[in-house]
Each structure stands twice: as structure tokens, then as C-alpha cells.
């Protein structure tokens, strides 16, 4: 069965730095996709970055960036230039091409002033 | 662009009454997906359909149903609720030909007292 860790329940980053929070998942596929997903207070999911595990070259969304290994099942979020807008609960989450993703437990992040 | 829908956005029931939660997927999206998530916990699939039938089941209580209708929208229907039911709970939909791309709702918070 397909799991996904986040090892990390609680991380926090000064403003205008940079944070680096963890994922790794267990899985007997070739082909699936993992995701980073913000949860701010509102409780909405927001789809932050994605990552085709076919794909070698790590995906980047403005200041968010991950580092995918796939042979190590490693997929972490580096979140540059944190802003307080970036305090939320992070949740890494994978798909296979079922209907169903499974995210982590999440890490809160909180961003210093 | 046109999101996910849900309703209502904040239920209060009694034990032992029942639910009736409602999606409205993206115009053109065939898959809708329902996912809970307890209170600091990270959300689970509960069941998902495409075209009306159901395509795939997770930890679903037996006291919950679900259906989807052929303009798409969805509906979970939850009776004898209990107080571990409350739950945010999502909606979200894609194609069926991208379940890799899923699109959430804003969730619908159940508390039941």
C-alpha cells in the first residue's frame, strides 16, 4: 500500500528566508504524481506545485520549488523568500492514477516577523 | 474561472440525525471525489464517482451513501451521525481522463453535538 510521511509536524522560518519541509512516500509504482497542497486557516485546499514522477527535472512555481529523488522517495517544498501569507499547514499528497490521493500528516508552518 | 461548489458550508446536527451534503463539480468535470478530514488530521478519500456510478471506495462508514446525478453534481448522504462524523468535508472533481488533476471545494464543516 502507498504511504506518505511528513516527518515534520511543526516548522518555522523568519520572514524573507528560507524553509525547506519534507516528504517522502512509499509506493511499487512507476508512473504517479505527488503534490504539495496549502491549507491556511480558511481550511481551503490550494494546490501549490506538482510533479510528474516521470519527469527528472524538479518543478518550480515562482517561489516555491521541490527537490524530487525519486530512487530515495523524496519529494520535499522549499518555499524561498517566506512571507506571512505562507503560514498554513502543508500537505504533501500522491496519485497514481486512482481516484484517490493520500496526503501526509502535514506540517504547519509558521513565518516570523 | 468557475470553482467547485459546495453545500451547505457549515452544518450543525444532532447524534443520530442525518446529513445531506451537496457538490456542484466544475462545468464539464465527469469525477467528483469526497474526502474528510477530522478535526488536525489529514484528509481520506471516501468515495468517488465517474458517470454515475461509483468508481472507487475508501473508509466510508456504512451509515454514509453517496450518489452522482447526471448533471454531475454529487451528493453524501450521512445518517446516524455520530460525534467523531464532524469533519470538514471536501468535494472534488476532475476529469476522468485527469484524476491527476483534482480540484477542491471549500468543504462543508459538520459539527454534530
Known amino acids: 500500500a502507498q504511504t506518505v510521511t511528513q516527518s515534520q509536524p511543526e516548522m518555522s522560518v523568519q520572514e524573507a528566508e528560507t524553509v525547506t519541509l519534507s516528504c517522502t512516500y512509499d509506493?511499487?509504482?512507476?508512473?504517479?504524481?505527488l503534490f504539495w497542497y496549502k491549507q491556511p486557516p480558511s481550511r481551503q485546499m490550494i494546490l501549490v506545485i506538482r510533479?510528474?514522477?516521470?519527469?527528472?527535472q524538479n518543478a518550480t512555481e515562482n517561489r516555491f520549488s521541490v527537490n524530487f529523488q525519486k530512487a530515495a522517495k523524496s519529494f520535499s517544498l522549499k518555499i524561498s523568500d517566506s512571507q506571512l501569507g505562507d503560514a498554513a499547514m502543508y500537505f504533501c499528497?500522491?496519485?497514481?492514477?486512482?481516484?484517490?490521493?493520500?496526503f501526509g500528516t502535514g506540517t504547519r508552518l509558521k513565518v516570523l516577523a | 474561472a468557475a470553482g467547485v461548489i459546495q453545500s451547505p458550508r457549515h452544518l450543525i446536527k444532532e447524534k443520530r440525525e442525518t446529513a445531506t451534503l451537496k457538490c456542484y463539480p466544475i462545468?464539464?468535470?465527469?469525477?467528483v471525489y469526497w474526502y474528510q478530514q477530522g478535526p488536525g488530521q489529514d484528509p481520506q478519500f471516501l468515495i468517488s464517482?465517474?458517470?454515475?456510478?461509483?468508481?472507487d471506495k475508501g473508509s466510508i462508514p456504512d451509515r454514509f451513501s453517496a450518489q452522482q446525478f447526471s448533471d454531475y453534481h454529487s451528493e453524501l448522504n450521512m445518517s446516524s451521525l455520530e460525534l467523531g462524523d464532524s469533519a470538514l468535508y471536501f468535494c472534488?472533481?476532475?476529469?476522468?481522463?485527469?484524476?491527476?488533476?483534482?480540484?477542491f471545494g471549500p468543504g462543508t464543516r459538520l459539527t454534530v453535538t
Open positions: 464517482f465517474y458517470e454515475k456510478m461509483q468508481s
Open positions: 510533479q510528474e514522477a516521470y519527469k527528472q
Open positions: 509506493t511499487s509504482e512507476s508512473d504517479y504524481y
Open positions: 499528497a500522491y496519485n497514481s492514477g486512482t481516484y484517490k490521493y493520500i
Open positions: 462545468p464539464r468535470h465527469d469525477t
Open positions: 472534488a472533481s476532475s476529469l476522468r481522463s485527469n484524476v491527476y488533476e483534482q480540484y
